[in-house]
């Protein structure tokens, strides 16, 4: 991602909040938020392979006020980089004018969704909002989507939004997102032929399949396909190193060989990272508005309470959190994309220790 985040919005403000934020860990061991990851409801309308989060009765959203309110805090602390996520993030009914307005306050705002949906009105409304990036799921063509969303016209409705965005929202970059597994190769090389011959200017993105925690019950197992043989490491390889060379897939070619890792079979493929820095640059907001250095490795009860954003970040309670994440291992052993892409390439020290690694 960050090469689509530096080519296109590079900006002073952005590499001055940077090279700000290093000076501050490297000097004084602190560290407050460059990104936010939101993830706005706890609601989705798929049945997916991997996850377990679906529809019921009463859905928990954030609060648009508390979310207005922490974007303010957001941006005054500096934050750069802002994703919203869910569950399904369109079917809160006023998404569009949230992200407005934190477009109007952070670089750079991006969404993710599955494209379920999308009409020509709420691509138009999402085309009005400033922000920068929607990212829409798709892991291949029909047969292979299908069964990985669990709903039958998923493809469809996935492809059509894209379509919308493109015509109605032309200055979002659009980004497809597709699982990436041993069993989906063909369908995956077939749909980037698709969306070349369709909408040439288009981004992909890869996203190793793993299992996380967050949105799983205790009875599933690692994703398994009958009737479909999964490809060798070989053919595994093959495919990486072309993703690696293709100008339009998004992915660090340091993510996606630590991919090529990862489906060999090796347990941590960050090993030479002793601690864990992701607390220290980046934020993660539940559905109820909770905000946490790390939702993977944090406990879920505590929260900011009624406390500022601000002063929450800054507290003792949040700096002993940061701390204890460093040596957290509960994401080691999977490839969690939105974990994994950014530790690799920050601080500057990963990116260099990776880079000569390579």
Known sequence: MKSLILKKHISYKFIKRILGWHLNYY??????????????????????????????????????????????????????YYSVSGGEPTLVKDLPERLAYAASKIPYVHLVTNGSTMTKDLAKRLGKTGIQEISVSLDGLQEFHNT??????????????????????????????????????????????KILGSFPDIYSKYLPLTQHELFLNSNQRPLVLENRPPASFAQMKVFIEEAILDPKIVNSGIFLRKALSYFAGQNDVMEE??????????????????????????????????????????????????SDLETCKKCRGNMMLCYYEPRLNFPFHNLIMEVFKN
Request: glycine share 6%; charged share 25%.
């Open 273 to 322: 990272q002793k601690k864990c820095l992701y607390s220290y640059f980046s934020i993660q907001f539940n559905a109820k508005g909770n905000a946490y250095p790390c939702l993977t490795g944090c406990d879920l009860e505590e929260n900011k309470n009624d406390m500022n954003l601000e002063d929450y970040i800054n507290s003792a309670n949040y700096r002993k959190m940061q």
């Open 27 to 80: 000097l004084f061991g602190r560290g407050t938020p460059l990104s936010a990851g939101v993830y706005i409801n706890d609601v989705c309308n798929y049945k997916c392979l991997m996850c377990d989060i679906r529809m019921k009765d009463q859905a928990t959203v954030y609060r648009c006020e508390d979310q207005k309110r922490d974007i303010d805090s957001l941006s005054k602390m500096g934050v750069v």
């Open 148 to 193: 990985m969303r669990g709903v039958e016209n998923s493809f469809e409705k996935a492809w059509n939004a894209v379509g919308l965005l493109h015509q109605h929202a032309p200055r979002i970059e659009i980004v497809i997102n597709s699982i990436l597994t041993p069993y989906n190769l063909d369908s995956l090389r077939a749909l980037r032929k």
